[in-house]
């Protein structure tokens, strides 16, 4: 068995090693300093509060230097019943989680870039009150955690693309 995993470890090494032209997409400095100058405005609720928090842990946000553009939030939720038992109640929940932003570069103001992505999870709905609404909280983290992860995606891809302006 190592004899034949040996030969196949060393082809693929050979293989990866001879991508020319291949660079991490966090390995441009102006990806990680822009992200990190990114300003967020979330809309009031718990959602919205968690969505800044991850987009800002996301972004490495730099509080000390001042921002290259703002960022601005718009949610939307729903909650569909799954799994409904025969006394019709359900057992299983589906959260979508919407994000739509907006952009702009500072000062101008200048829409930069918008964009809208979506979430959907699932969840367990318990028959106790405190556990049922602790998984609700619960899916609501995980939702925007990964709106954060696929917004952070989406501009740093952008911006090590050339970031330019939209002119809208």
């Known amino acids: 068995m190592k004899q034949v995993l040996a030969p196949a470890l060393i082809a693929a ?29 979330a809309p009031a609720g718990r959602t919205g509060y968690l969505m800044r ?10 509080h000390s230097a001042p921002a290259r553009y703002t960022m601005e939030l718009a949610l939307a939720e729903a909650r569909y019943p799954r799994g409904v038992r025969i006394d019709n109640v359900a057992t299983r929940y589906e959260y979508v989680l919407t994000a739509t932003y907006v952009l702009r570069d500072q000062p101008s103001g200048a829409l930069a870039r918008q964009g809208q992505v979506r979430v959907e999870l699932t969840y367990d709905s ?4 405190y556990a049922s ?26 911006l090590a693309n050339g970031a330019k302006v939209a002119a809208r």
Not at 53 to 61: G, I, M, V
């Open 13 to 41: 090494t050979l293989a990866l090693g001879g991508c020319a032209g291949f660079q991490p997409l966090y390995a441009q400095s102006d990806v990680t300093r822009n992200l990190a100058s990114i300003q967020v405005t």
């Open 53 to 62: 928090q991850h987009l800002d842990d996301r972004f490495a946000k730099d």
């Open 126 to 129: 318990a028959d106790q009150p």
């Open 133 to 158: 609404i602790s998984a609700q909280q619960d899916a609501q983290d995980r939702a925007a955690d990964e709106a954060a992860r696929r917004i952070e995606l989406e501009l740093a891809v952008w």
